[in-house]
């Protein structure tokens, strides 16, 4: 659903503003008779509360979270606002507020530098969560295709276990493969977090391989590629003093870099149709 209408943003800030003092009955007798709430009519009040309740705000009235800051960021997460997927680089400034967030900011009462923040704040969140769900998505995609393609043992070692620095073990002894999985339903852009444990086991392990899993919104395989780890090394952040250490970073992928499939695995692969995305071929 679109971001509420202004009306019902601002009638929802009354009610989280009101409801820690009152019930909800003093809060609906004091918004329909006092002539300090008359300029929203009680339906935009009812859609209002109902809106809150939809988005879980009612169950704590007493958050420590400010009210319009509360609202404004329910507003955003529910919408399903196309470009919130892409905020990192849609939006990398106050200036650079879309429309509905903008429209959002200014029935609570927000600056743009609060709703910017608070942006960043519902992005992380939408974002995280995304990256963990596709990413499992990618993984079991990916391992039910190996199985299928190869003639070796396949591994999911990330189904029991976070401390390989990998998510899928080829066990096949001439051609070994750790096959580090990042997933994306995202179209034209490749960018993916790798995590310095991620990166010293790359850096130690001769068969660990960065593999990229393009889903689609159905969440099968629709293409595969590889990045090395020499161009990786390239661009990761650099420790320059004893007292800082890079945990994670961003890496952003330009097409020069791809590698389609998974080159390191020919020697594994018969003739099969199955095996097509993995020489770098499109999906079925």
Request: proline fraction near 6%.
């Amino acid at each position: 659903m679109p971001v509420p209408p202004s009306p019902v943003l601002r009638a929802a800030l009354r009610w989280l503003e009101r409801l820690p003092a009152s019930s909800p009955a003093r809060c609906r007798a004091l918004f329909t008779n006092h002539t300090d709430y008359s300029d929203l009519t009680p339906t935009q009040y009812e859609a209002a509360y109902a809106w809150l309740g939809e988005n879980s705000l009612l169950g704590d009235p007493d958050s420590s979270a400010a009210a319009e800051e509360r609202v404004f960021r329910a507003a955003l997460a529910s919408s399903g606002a196309p470009w919130l997927q892409d905020a990192d680089v849609l939006v990398r400034g106050p200036g650079e507020l879309p429309e509905d967030a903008l429209r959002a900011a200014e029935a609570l009462r927000l600056s743009e530098r609060k709703a910017y923040e608070q942006v960043r704040a519902v992005f992380g969140k939408v974002d995280t969560e995304a990256r963990a769900l596709i990413g499992s998505a990618g993984e079991l995609a990916l391992v039910a295709l190996l199985t299928e393609s190869l003639d070796a043992r396949i591994e999911h070692v990330a189904a029991y276990s976070d401390g390989f620095g990998y998510d899928i073990a080829v066990h096949a002894r001439r051609h070994p493969l750790h096959i580090e999985v990042k997933s994306t339903v995202r179209r034209g852009r490749s960018a993916f977090y790798l995590s310095r444990h991620e990166y010293e086991t790359m850096r130690r392990d001769a068969a660990w391989q960065l593999v990229t899993v393009q889903l689609t919104e159905g969440h099968t395989i629709a293409a595969i590629a590889s990045i090395s780890s020499e161009w990786i090394n390239s661009q990761v952040p650099r420790d320059v003093g004893p007292f800082g250490y890079w945990e994670a970073c961003r890496i952003d992928v330009p097409s020069d870099a791809i590698v389609h499939g998974i080159p390191r695995l020919t020697p594994l692969l018969g003739t099969g149709a199955a095996g097509a995305v993995l020489r770098g071929g499109a999906s079925s």
